[in-house]
């Protein structure tokens, strides 16, 4: 089912009766137009997690390089470190 039919079904449905007064006929209907339509936001919200997920990890990654080469310069200089 397309994005723009499942809501327009859902708006249709929804119009014609409350879900208690619905038939089961309709009912499953809604059911279907709402549970596809979650589906594709929660696919939607992956794709966008997916994409964060690897920006954190290469933040992460680049963090550690940094570090790392912030503790070599401290460890080659500590023996030319000056007292006050």
């Known amino acids: 089912m397309k994005k723009k039919t499942t ?5 249709k449905i929804a119009k014609k ?4 007064n619905m ?3 309709n009912k499953a ?3 279907l ?3 596809e339509e979650l589906r594709e ?3 939607a919200f992956g794709e ?3 994409g964060l997920w690897k920006e954190v990890i290469a933040l992460r990654t680049r963090a550690e390089s940094i570090f790392n080469e912030t503790s070599r310069i401290h460890i080659e200089y ?3 470190k000056v007292s006050a």
């Open 78 to 80: 500590e023996p030319y």
């Open 7 to 11: 809501q327009k079904t859902i708006k």
């Open 33 to 35: 137009a709402i549970v």
């Open 29 to 31: 209907d809604y059911t």
């Open 41 to 43: 936001n929660f696919q």
């Open 17 to 20: 009766a409350p879900l208690e």
């Open 48 to 50: 966008n997690l997916g």
């Open 23 to 25: 038939s089961l006929e």
